[in-house]
């Protein structure tokens, strides 16, 4: 069965009536790249760049930022690298961010909301990755979006920064810009939000835990926590939706982009790209070869 996994590498993804899927890979660490490459992904659809902040006792500098931006787009040559910004909080504590105790630490101060507060930890971050994204194709990723504001904020905050490398003469290139569609709230606004970005990716995780009020790391939760329920089916149609009136493309990156039992789905709703896990390209890319949406469009629409 692996043997015949390993015969689709350098396929497309393409199911039989033509339909073409971007099947990108997840990452949490520079060290997992190898995977990435070894499975045949056609970029990085979400790069948690959290691990730079965790596995360090003081904010990391622009410069260790920077070098590790640069090695994932050059060894991904020319291939898309979504870098995701910083999301910590919640689950995700660092020592040296010095957070106060929070009674709902998911509904509380963490990722976006973080760096539009601390905006000198956004903007070190911000500079490493557009100096980076002068080495490769590279894209950012701003996650916990709820409301128009923030991107606007955010959309200020990036000329800020662009603004200061011209002034100190430092290169950078023109990285594409997106967002995380993980709230309800978002996807709500998700017509708005489209006619600001350059592309959505959904972050199932996420909006199942506020979809259905969920605690998503309660484990005596679990059966509660459905992914399949069709108020998040609904919600990732609506987003896709949304993202191609205004003419951009939308895929997942939580848990869900993986479910093979949806594969079918997501393509008949024209999800634009799946990131998973390194290991399930190649199971996907299966899925899809076989998939004949001429036909499967017929029974759910
Ligand atoms: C998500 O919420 O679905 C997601 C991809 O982000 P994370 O799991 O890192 O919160
Ligand atoms: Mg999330």
Not at 37 to 50: H, P, T, Y
Not at 110 to 136: N, P, W
Not at 236 to 259: F, P, Y
């Amino acid at each position: 069965k692996k043997a015949l996994l390993q015969q689709l590498k350098g396929k497309e993804n393409k199911t039989i009536d033509g339909k073409k899927i971007m099947l990108y890979a997840n990452i949490g660490n520079i060290k997992d790249l190898a995977a990435v490459i070894q499975n045949d992904a056609g970029g990085i659809g979400l790069f948690r760049s959290e691990f730079l902040y965790l596995e360090k006792e003081d904010y990391p500098t622009e410069e260790e930022q920077f070098k590790v931006y640069k090695t994932a787009v050059e060894t991904m040559a020319g291939k898309n690298v979504i870098i995701r910004t910083l999301d910590i909080g919640a689950d995700k504590q660092c020592a040296y961010f010095n957070m106060e105790h929070e009674e709902n630490p998911a509904l509380g101060y963490r990722a976006i909301r973080i760096c539009l507060t601390q905006t000198d930890v956004f903007k070190t971050q911000l500079r490493a990755l557009f100096r980076a994204s002068a080495y490769g194709k590279l894209s950012i990723m701003y996650p916990m979006i709820t409301s128009l504001w923030e991107v606007r904020k955010i959309k200020e905050i990036v000329e800020e920064v662009k603004a200061e490398l011209d002034e100190q003469g430092i290169a950078y290139g023109e990285p594409k810009q997106g967002i995380m569609i993980e709230t309800p709230a978002a996807v709500m606004v998700s017509g708005e939000l489209a006619k600001e970005v350059d592309f959505f990716s959904i972050g199932t995780n996420d909006l199942t835990q506020y979809t259905l009020a969920v605690d998503r790391q309660n484990p005596k939760l679990d059966r509660f926590f459905d992914p399949h329920h069709p108020a998040i089916l609904a919600m990732i149609r609506m987003v896709v939706e949304n993202a191609h009136k205004a003419g951009i493309w939308a895929g997942i990156c939580g848990e869900l982009g993986a479910d093979t039992s949806l594969t079918k789905e997501f393509l008949a709703m024209g999800v634009d790209e799946l990131s998973v896990s390194a290991g399930s390209i190649l199971p996907i890319r299966k899925i899809i070869l076989e998939t004949d949406l001429s036909q499967y469009g017929k029974d759910i629409k």
